[in-house]
């Protein structure tokens, strides 16, 4: 996949607070490009354009010729702030402002890490918006019904949790189940760590979970809850706050308080880091004793470290693919190749997600290679048949 530089690489500065924004714009298809918005502190335009490019690989997997949706090119955007302090709710607003030509044109946005969908759409009322989404509408044969369609599918509940939240998890949970399978590891008793139970992390333990496997561990911002003989899954998701904090007096006696790092080295087969960038590096990466590691989160493993843990067995499979399933199931919605429903939205997330996952490690295997110079390979191969059919703008 190349690496040439993005077609927009912006930064702003908030005149009331001094805090700063970044849009990257990785690439258009059809003059429109698709990518969420975070807020943490510390993010850099750097993180954004990686993340931008990411948005390109992931739009350009699901791409399938007989499908309505058509892929879009990739982007991110990023707002140095934490999502918690009193002023971000104002920082926000007045970002979505300034992008506004944009998100009129071209930029396609929704939830990312530290901001939610409805926080969003709120914000983007304020700033005079009619939809994060509205650059694609005119890509769209019926606008109102398709708008429908979406809001809809985000109104959908499954015991207790919004269609919306579930299907990027029952897309990692595809994957690690996947990997199980290519490697004769039986589901029943596999061990699994998570970290953080906000949108991602909360949905794919779900998924782990009633697929059989056993959460041995997950953390949060306080600190990590484990328990050797599996957790209540559900009774933490219900204990939880909108940040994806567990209030602590819903754990059962024998479950453990441990440090927030300690996920990182839990008896567990599979890791899921579901929360924030660079979460293993160099040097917290000896720790790991699973044999898989599922990106659950954007860029949670930094290069040196999947060098370091693939010198010993441990693979990664990549954030392009893991959660690549709540960006398809936007489009698949929108575009309408699936109506508003979850056992669809679960279904057509699994029919995509298997042979991608499995195409992945093939390929890796018979490269002698990781999952994700595997994957950068099969985009490298998409992206000029997506060109050549849809025109100079997918550069």
Known sequence: MSHSSP???????????????????????????????????????????????????????????????????????????????????????????????????MWTTGEDLGLRQDVIDRAAAEAGLVSTVQAVYPLLDDEATARRRLADAFAADVDGIGLGELVGGCGVAESVLTALERAGTPREGTRVSVQGLGTMGGATARFLSRAGLRIVAVADVRGTIAHPGGLDVEALLAARDSFGTVDRSALRPGDLELPGDAWLSADAEVLVPAAVSYAVDAANQ?????????????????????????????????????????????????????????????????????????????????????????????????????????????R
């Not at 429109?32 to 739009?59: D, F, H, I, W």
């Not at 004793?289 to 067995?313: D, F, H, S, Y």
């Not at 990549?318 to 979850?342: C, H, K, M, Y």
């Open 7 to 105: 077609l927009v690489s912006l930064t702003w500065t908030d005149h009331v607070t001094g805090r700063r924004g970044h849009l990257v714009i990785d690439r258009l298809v059809r003059g429109v490009c698709s990518g969420g918005l975070r807020m943490r502190p510390g993010c850099s335009l750097a993180e954004v354009a990686g993340l931008a490019r990411g948005m390109t690989a992931k739009e350009a997997l699901h791409y399938d010729p007989e499908g309505r949706y058509v892929p879009l090119g990739g982007a991110k955007g990023g707002i140095d702030c934490d999502p918690r302090d009193p002023e971000a709710y104002g920082v926000l607003v007045r970002y979505l402002r300034a992008m506004r030509p944009y998100i009129e044109h």
């Open 286 to 394: 000896k720790a790991i004793r699973a044999r898989w590691i599922a990106e659950a989160a954007n860029m949670p493993v930094v290069p040196e470290a999947e060098e370091l843990l693939r010198a010993r067995g441990v693979t990664v499979l990549p954030d392009v693919v893991v959660n690549s399933g709540t960006n398809a199931w936007w489009w698949w919605t929108l575009f309408g190749d699936i109506g508003a429903d979850a056992d669809e939205a679960f279904a057509r997330t699994r029919r995509s997600m298997r042979p991608l996952v499995d195409r992945m490690l093939t390929r890796a295997e018979s490269d002698g290679t990781t999952p994700r110079a595997a994957v950068q390979a099969i985009v490298a191969d998409l992206l000029p048949r997506i060109a050549e059919r849809f025109g100079p703008y997918a």
